[in-house]
Structure formats: structure tokens, C-alpha cells
């Protein structure tokens, strides 16, 4: 028997578009977005306990055991199942709280996907994804394990194309709490649907958009100046923000575009150190073409 799974990946996703084209009456939110999983990822390594007891091995800042959706998809994983075994997690965090990047959900998917092999539950993927949804609206996406399209909650998912593509993702030094924005009175909720054949080849033109980001960048100014600074620094750049932000991306065609953009993003906010925030995180990522766990279930 596999006591213990190491060096698990979990991968950020990015949101090449959301729009929010309605609301349910029980306050959810109805979305239609594409999620495009990156190479900017946290890592997890799990060990089996034979007392059942689910053991947080690190301490997350700002988020107590209880909250923490790696040990809650391991109970719910647990209780949908009846395993008498627990389980040690340890994360490895390199994906940024506060940025839309699904770095959370992630987590727990993959938790979930490396416990059903460890713990031999035998589950199905659809049977996974219906546990991951009550955990957050972006985690099944990640256990799906296919960019997709989604609709929704978030939860309607059909895969999805998309071309080699890399990624400069940046995030300002600010958090943005997303239940504050959905419930931000001026955002945009009837946006026109869109269906994948409005977007052959994966191309995302100026009719796609974030409909959060100018709820973002009103209420979190630093989030909108840092946006402008990189669109100037990248001649016009086409800049979008990803889920409810704080991070925002540039798509470039090959990984030395990238990297050069990150340079030029990195020499721009150098320049003007006391007019605008620091900036979290400036990285060229590779955008996937499936979830390295795809196998997994």
C-alpha cells in the first residue's frame, strides 16, 4: 500500500474573460468564462495517518486549520467515503492569496485527486467534482482538468482548445476580497451570452472582457494605476485582470516575449518607486494545455 504522495502540483489558472450574465435567487452569481491552467503552481506532498485524525504539517498566515480548503476537501473526501484514514498535508505555497488565481481551489482539488489514490476511494472524476463544488465555485475546474468553458456557477464546464500561449502575470500588493465585489452594486450582471464557437481558435478580441475589473480598479485604485502603468510599459498592451483579481496578465505568442515584457514591467515600476505599489508578483508563465494531474482519475 502508497503510504505517501510527494511533490503534487497544483496550478494557477488564469480567466481569459468573465462575464457575469445574470444572478439566481439564491444570490449566486451567473458567470460564463474560459479557465487556462499555468505553470505557476503550489505544491503538496501528503502522508497517510492511520488514526484519521486530517493534520495541517504548515501553518498558512491569516487562514486557521478549520478554514483551510486543503483539510476541508480531505473531511469531505472522508466523510462522502467512510475512510477510517487520515492524513498529513503539507503545502508549499507559491501561487498568491488575494489574486484570482484559484490558488486555494487548486489546492483542494488536487488534495482531493492525491487522497483518492492514497486513500484507494476509487472515485470517479464526476464524483470528485460533485464534492469539490460545495468547497468553492472554481475547484471542480481543477479536478476536471481541462481549460474549459465555463458556465453557471462555474460549474458547467466543456474543454476547450487554446493555443500555445505564455503568460506575464503581476500582481500589486493588494488583496481583493471577492465576495465584496459581487456584491458591489455597480457591477455589470446582464452581459450578453457568448457561445465557444464566438471564439474560434482560442482568441479572446475586445468583446471579451472581465466584467469585475472596473468594480477592481474603482474600488482598489492601486489595482487600476498599476494596469495603466504596464499597458504604457508595454506599448499598449492589452491588460486584463484575472477572476476578482488583484493579478493581472499580459498574453504574449512565445516564452521570450514574455520574459522580455516581465523585464520591461520590472524596469517600469523601478523607475517610479514612490508613485505606485510594489508589485507581489512579475513572472512569465506558460500557459498548460491540460492539469498535470489529468490522469489522476
Not at 77 to 95: F, H, M, P, S, Y
Not at 229 to 245: F, K, Y
Not at 281 to 292: K, S
Request: charged share 20%; with cysteine.
Amino acid at each position: 500500500m502508497i503510504t505517501e504522495l510527494r511533490n503534487i502540483p497544483a496550478p494557477a489558472k488564469l480567466n481569459l474573460f468573465l462575464h457575469v450574465v445574470g444572478q439566481r435567487a439564491d444570490g449566486y452569481h451567473l458567470l460564463q468564462t474560459v479557465f487556462r491552467f499555468i505553470d505557476l503552481q503550489d505544491t503538496l506532498h501528503l502522508r497517510v495517518r492511520s488514526d484519521g485524525r486530517i493534520v495541517r504539517v504548515r501553518d498558512l498566515p491569516g487562514v486557521p486549520s478549520e478554514a483551510d480548503l486543503t483539510v476541508r476537501a480531505a473531511r469531505a473526501l472522508q466523510q462522502a467515503t467512510g475512510c477510517a484514514l487520515g492524513v498529513d498535508i503539507e503545502l508549499e505555497k507559491r501561487i498568491p492569496a488575494g489574486g484570482g488565481l484559484g490558488g486555494g481551489s487548486s489546492d483542494a482539488a488536487s488534495v482531493l485527486l492525491g487522497l483518492n489514490r492514497l486513500w484507494n476511494t476509487g472515485l470517479t472524476r464526476q464524483q470528485l467534482m460533485r464534492l469539490a463544488l460545495p468547497l468553492g465555485a472554481d475547484v471542480p475546474v481543477f479536478v476536471f482538468g481541462r481549460n474549459a468553458f465555463a458556465e453557471g456557477i462555474g460549474e458547467e464546464l466543456t474543454p476547450i482548445e487554446l493555443p500555445p500561449r505564455w503568460y506575464v502575470v503581476v500582481q500589486p500588493d493588494a488583496s481583493v476580497p471577492t465576495a465584496d465585489v459581487f456584491r458591489a452594486p455597480e457591477l455589470t450582471r446582464n452581459s450578453p451570452r457568448v457561445k465557444i464557437a464566438d471564439f474560434p481558435r482560442g482568441t479572446f478580441d475586445g468583446a471579451f472582457r472581465n466584467d469585475l475589473e472596473p468594480v477592481v480598479f474603482a474600488r482598489f485604485s492601486e489595482v487600476g494605476r498599476v494596469a495603466t502603468e504596464l499597458s504604457q510599459a508595454l506599448e499598449g498592451a492589452r491588460v486584463r485582470m484575472s477572476g476578482s483579481g488583484s493579478c493581472l496578465f499580459v498574453e504574449c505568442d512565445t516564452q521570450a516575449q514574455a520574459d522580455s515584457a516581465a523585464c520591461k514591467i520590472a524596469a517600469k515600476m523601478q523607475s517610479q518607486p514612490s508613485g505606485l505599489p510594489a508589485l507581489r508578483v512579475n513572472q512569465a508563465c506558460a500557459g498548460l494545455d491540460a492539469h498535470p494531474l489529468l490522469d489522476w482519475a
